[in-house]
């Protein structure tokens, strides 16, 4: 079946409502508007006001009435239009969510799954543009999905709800529009594993969300100069799947991490350590970073491309890595 | 302003070159066009150039360093900002590199030391500064006089495991760190002696125009000179060949033309015109051919150029390179620049410069990296046709057979002569038969009529 992430996302939130009644969609114009992303369209027709529900705007409010609605046993799907906006709701998901397990002793899970997009390269400037998915993976007590591919868009949301505890979900916005083939049997997938997208022996392109679309590209051209680059989506940034990182890097003995948020304290950093950690007697080249440029994300297309991690970033970072292997070629 | 004079990239493929010596000194002026020095490479030792007028601030690679291209060799004061003068009196990074620094920058070195700021420091954090978001500091501290061995973590695991002693390893490196591949190849190496080098004349590895072989008799004293440094360049020239050509024929649709010509006119025209000149001013065939095809591409750019980036980009002058055979294997194609505007005599001069200097590891940074299409001659090895492959990124490449006495039908009359098989290897990426064809065949008209050359 030829689809696309967004109608995936879609199909995965129809499937959901199919399945469990307690499980509904809030956000600021998720209804009437079909989503800031049309991710929702046609779903308020097909499911009514009450289960697909437009929120007045604030992200603090219906982020906590989502919590809320968890504790009391529904199973509700909060979208924060972007990452953005979150900020707003930080104290709901840091302070309440993440913790409320812990604070009641055991007591109370909180079964809520949060979507939200995130990333740059729209060309919406610094306040919208924002990838902090690395950002709410240093906090414990939140899982967070990072799905890249058409499969993942499909399947980890269900599975996602099937979790007791808070789940957020990073949905990059470059992503909605990628077309594919989808089976007809797609449907929920294992949330613990990272995936080796492509195999390859000289070089690990470690990353996740758009960063591997970007991989991807960058390992077929590395191939055209015999470089053999695999291609890890690490899918889940909490927990880190840390034994697919060591193995990949134990089969190639480099790594190039690709993260589009900054490199100062950011998840690539902690991808880093842990191959320092777990793999180090492996390593055959210093560990390498593609990351955004530290700057607020600009406006200006050439700038903001200048700014966020390109195949050709990943291509000539790999290939630094590589240069030494044979000399002076 | 200060800035930093880089590694040039001698030809595709290159990645760093190795300082061989250094023609200025700190403090020296230079102007766009002069050669500072020399660096080795796959291709041999090549003078580079400057490309503006400046003042050497510090020699930032001394001799014997490796330096990645696009990594400092040294830096320059331009004219613009003079009184930035006091600020960063950089001298020499001399500490970082290990070798030999050139005894002028040590004098200054000695001379302002005495000076409360550290100079040498400000100029390499200022350096870091400008790669920081490269990301690749790794290759910055080439070397400090007293460390410890540098070795990639599973390069000194596997060394354990086989036994090896690292020390006295090649490290291939980043900032030549012994690497996995290190360790292994020494541990082949040891195990089964050393691989005969069965001297590989592959097919398509081109030779030399035979005229221009006879310029340069005295070359193989040169190449006496070849230490162990000279047969690693050896091996590491095989191996440019190599990856040069396996991608040439990996990425390059070829398409193959030929066409034999007489070579009676410019024969007989070469003759005459040498009669009365002395052996070193008289002419040689391969200027004709250089000049025949540097003509005919005036009105046939797609066959002058590159192919960059999904398309054909056109060069801005015409600057075939030569092929030339080097004595102990291997081959180069300096550019001969400008070769379209430039007379027989000049031509003929600089194809006797450019081969000697070739034999003798002197050529320069731009002849390395200028060619726009190659020409090659088999000569007098007896070959009647050339089935070239391209060298990327450009376009294509002429070859020209031996001339060889054939019969010849003309004007319903069959008579003797003196032909050469052209051939034309060409991308198709960039150009179609159609046009090659006639390309081919204007070369040869115009070796019809060499006089007008």
């Keep these: 079946m030829k689809t696309t992430y967004r109608e995936a996302v879609r199909e995965a939130i129809r499937e959901a409502m199919d399945r469990d009644d307690r499980v509904f969609l809030m956000d600021e114009d998720v209804g009437h508007y079909g989503g800031c992303y049309a991710v929702s369209k046609g779903l308020l027709e097909e499911f009514g006001p009450e289960r697909i529900r437009d929120t007045p705007l604030s992200e603090s409010g219906f982020v906590g009435a989502g919590i809320g609605a968890a504790l009391g046993g529904m199973r509700p799907i909060v979208e924060v239009m972007t990452v953005n906006f979150s900020l707003l709701a930080l104290d709901q998901i840091v302070n309440n969510a993440a913790t409320l397990l812990h604070m009641s002793g055991g007591a109370f899970n909180v079964p809520v799954v949060i979507r939200m997009a995130t990333g740059g390269g729209r060309q919406v400037a610094a306040q919208h543009s924002r990838s902090l998915d690395g950002w709410y993976a240093h906090i414990p007590g939140l899982r967070i999905l990072t799905p890249a591919t058409l499969e993942d868009a499909r399947g980890m949301l269900w599975t996602a709800l099937e979790d007791p505890d808070p789940v957020i979900l990073f949905e990059h916005v470059l992503l909605y529009n990628m077309e594919g083939e989808l089976a007809d049997d797609a449907g929920p997938v294992p949330i613990d594993r990272a995936a080796v997208r492509r195999e390859g022996s000289d070089v690990s392109l470690i990353t996740f969300g758009i960063g591997v679309v970007k991989a991807l590209q960058a390992a077929e051209g590395l191939a055209e100069e015999g470089i053999s680059a695999e291609v890890l989506d690490l899918r889940t940034l909490r927990p880190l799947d840390d034994d697919a990182i060591v193995e990949t890097v134990r089969r190639t003995h480099r790594a190039v991490v690709v993260d589009e948020g900054w490199r100062s304290g950011g998840i690539s950093a902690e991808i880093s350590a842990r191959i320092t950690e777990g793999a180090f007697y492996e390593l055959d080249a210093p560990v390498a970073r593609v990351c955004g440029v530290e700057v607020p994300t600009p406006y200006p297309e050439h700038l903001e491309r200048a700014a966020l991690p390109q195949v050709e970033d990943i291509l000539e970072a790999a290939r630094a890595l590589i240069s030494g292997k044979d000399g002076t070629l | ?453």
């Design chain 2, 1 to 453: 302003m200060s800035k930093a004079y880089p590694m040039p990239s001698l030809g595709a493929g290159m990645e760093a070159g190795t300082v061989v010596e250094w023609h200025v000194e700190p403090g020296q002026k230079v102007s766009r066009g002069d050669v500072v020095g020399v660096v080795d490479t796959e291709k041999g030792a090549i003078e580079i150039e400057i490309w503006e007028d400046a003042e050497v601030e510090a020699i930032v690679a001394a001799p014997g360093t490796k330096v990645p291209v696009g990594e400092p060799l040294l830096r320059l004061r331009t004219a613009v900002e003079e009184e930035e003068k006091e600020e960063a009196p950089a001298v020499g990074a001399e500490e970082r590199t290990g070798g030999e620094a050139p005894p002028a920058a040590t004098a200054e070195a000695a001379a302002t030391a005495e000076e409360p700021a550290p100079p040498t420091e400000m100029a390499d954090d200022e350096f870091v500064e400008e790669v920081w978001e490269e990301e690749q500091e790794a290759s910055v501290p080439a070397e400090e006089p007293s460390r410890r061995l540098r070795a990639s973590p599973v390069a000194r695991k596997r060394a354990k495991e086989l036994g090896i002693d690292l020390e006295g390893l090649q490290g291939s490196g980043q900032d030549r760190a012994i690497t996995l591949s290190d360790v292994e190849g020494a541990a082949k190496k040891g195990g089964s002696e050393e691989a005969p080098a069965a001297a590989p004349k592959a097919a398509e590895v081109k030779e030399e125009a035979a005229e221009a072989a006879e310029v340069a008799p005295e070359a193989d004293t040169d190449e006496d000179l070849a230490t162990e440094a000279g047969e690693d360049r050896h091996a590491a020239m095989r191996k440019a060949i190599a990856t040069a050509m396996a991608r040439s024929k990996r990425e390059i649709p070829h398409y193959y033309l030929a066409h034999t010509c007489s070579l009676e006119a410019s024969l007989r025209w070469l003759r005459e015109t040498n009669q009365n000149r002395s052996p070193s001013r008289r002419l040689l065939l391969a200027a004709l051919y250089l000049k025949a095809v540097a003509g005919a591409i005036e009105e046939f750019p797609e066959f002058n150029g590159f192919w960059e980036d999904d398309a054909f980009q056109p060069a801005d002058g015409v600057h075939p390179g030569m092929a030339i055979s080097l004595r102990g294997g291997g081959l180069v194609a300096p550019a001969i620049h400008d070769a379209n505007s430039r007379t027989l005599e000049e031509l003929t001069e600089a194809i006797r410069d450019v081969v000697q200097r070739s034999r003798a590891g002197h050529l320069r940074g731009s002849e390395v990296a200028d060619p726009t299409i190659t020409v090659t001659s088999l000569g007098d090895r007896g070959v009647d046709t050339v089935f070239g492959v391209i060298y990327p990124p450009q376009v294509a490449i002429v070859g020209i057979g031996t001339a060889v006495e054939r019969p010849w039908a003309e004007g319903g009359m069959v008579g003797s002569r003196r032909t050469a098989t052209l051939t034309l290897a060409a991308d198709h990426r960039a150009s179609d038969g159609h046009r090659g064809a006639l390309f081919l065949d204007r070369i040869s008209q115009r070796l019809q009529s060499p006089e007008d050359l």
